[in-house]
């Protein structure tokens, strides 16, 4: 069973750019999460969706958004890039929305450098 | 959902048992406690969660104390690949998986 696949895994835009990240979650799960990990401020959860619809969102700037496909397929979106959005961008997937048996399997990340 | 504290490094002698604490003293009655752990540079992974019973699998054991106050993941014999960060959460229902600082597992040869 193929894993949590994320795409680009590494990228370098500048200041002022728009950046797309790509997530295919494991066949089956139909709940993607995104998260955004810095050495300063640690793993932060940017937003979840499911079914299409986002469920849960965290405490960063309209500049962040998301969306997800019919084939639950996720993508994440960073308009006006900053040098502070350079990070690991970390999307998972479960079977289930939030569910308390639900575990999340992570992809590897798309790593984002901005100039 | 409930802060948990964890300290921030351990050490532990190859295959030997790693014990992490995980204080969880305002959880609530429906919040699970999970355990992930990362890595370097790769993302993070599932290890086991639990409500109020002991839970074992195949990579790790979580005692949970009577009062659900805080808990304990056990490896039972680590090896140089436990080498990581390993996280302790509580969560309930929807709510997104809240990461915090974890604890610094160096397992050393």
Redesign the interface.
């Known amino acids: 069973k193929a894993g949590?696949t994320q795409t680009p895994r590494y990228l370098i835009k500048t200041r002022g750019q728009q950046v797309t990240l790509s997530c295919s979650p494991i066949s089956g799960h139909r709940s993607v999460?995104w998260?955004q990990q810095t050495p300063g401020q640690?793993?932060?959860?940017l937003f979840?969706y499911f079914s299409e619809t986002q469920?849960?969102k965290?405490n960063f700037p309209g500049r962040f958004s998301g969306r997800q496909f019919s084939n639950s397929r996720s993508e994440m979106n960073v308009s006006t890039l900053e040098l502070g959005d350079s990070a690991l961008y970390?999307c998972?997937s479960s079977s289930e929305?939030?569910t308390?048996?639900g575990?999340?399997?992570?992809?590897?990340?798309s790593r984002l450098t901005v100039l | 959902d409930a802060k948990t504290t964890q300290p921030t490094s351990m050490d532990c002698a190859e295959g030997r048992a790693a014990n992490l604490p995980c204080n969880h003293s305002t959880i609530s009655g429906n919040e699970y406690v999970y355990w992930y752990r990362q890595i370097h540079s790769q993302g993070p992974q599932y290890i086991i969660h639990g409500l109020k019973n002991n839970e074992t699998n195949e990579m790790a054991s979580l005692i949970i104390t009577e009062d659900r106050k805080s808990s304990t993941l056990i490896l039972p014999h680590a090896t140089l690949r436990d080498t990581a960060v390993y996280y302790c959460i509580a969560r309930s229902g929807n709510t997104p998986l809240v990461f915090g600082k974890g604890t610094r597992l160096s397992v050393i040869a």
């Open positions: 949590v999460s998260y640690g793993l932060q959860f979840e469920r849960n965290g970390l998972a929305a939030g308390r048996g575990e999340l399997f992570f992809g590897e990340g």
